[in-house]
Each structure stands twice: as C-alpha cells, then as structure tokens.
C-alpha cells in the first residue's frame, strides 16, 4: 500500500448483513459507533447493512418481498375497483 494516499483513520472494519446474518472483515474509513468481537478475539468497528451481495436478489437468485408500511395492502386496496371480477 502506498504511503500517504489513505485517510488517518483508514482500519480494519467488520461489515455485517443483519438479513442473511453473513460478516466479514475489510479495510474502510466509514464512519461507525458500534464495535464488535470478532473470530480472533480483537474488537473492530461494525458498519450495519441492511443488504449486500450476499442477501441481493440479483447476486443470490431469489426473490425476496419485503412489504413495509404494507405498501401492498395499500395498492390493492387502492385499485382494486379495477379488478375483473
């Protein structure tokens, strides 16, 4: 790596999928408060991520619906004097 190209604070950071539950350790200088021990016993700061290569429908193949607020609902509802019926 070369000298003097990275910011200060450029470590060792645990990037974690909270929806597939998949970590892993990498280099980054974002910005986290939260830590946490990982496999070798050190703590390193965790970057929380709701989605990523590991839990994409495009990488993994499956398609995954996630209805929040019940936008779902809400469109059928909306539009379901239209239905053939």
């Known amino acids: 790596m070369k ?5 200060k604070n450029y470590r ?6 909270f929806s597939c539950d ?3 350790m990498s280099y980054s200088c974002a910005q986290t408060k939260d ?8 703590e390193y700061p965790l970057v929380k991520l709701e989605i990523s290569a590991e839990s994409h429908p495009f990488f993994t193949g499956k398609m995954k619906f996630v ?5 779902i609902d809400k469109f059928n509802k909306r539009f379901s ?4 019926s």
């Open 81 to 84: 004097k239209f239905s053939k």
């Open 35 to 42: 830590t946490i021990t990982w496999e070798d016993g050190s």
């Open 67 to 71: 209805d929040t607020a019940g936008r």
């Open 22 to 24: 998949k970590a892993w």
């Open 3 to 7: 000298n003097d190209i990275h910011p």
């Open 12 to 17: 060792k950071v645990i990037f974690k999928d």
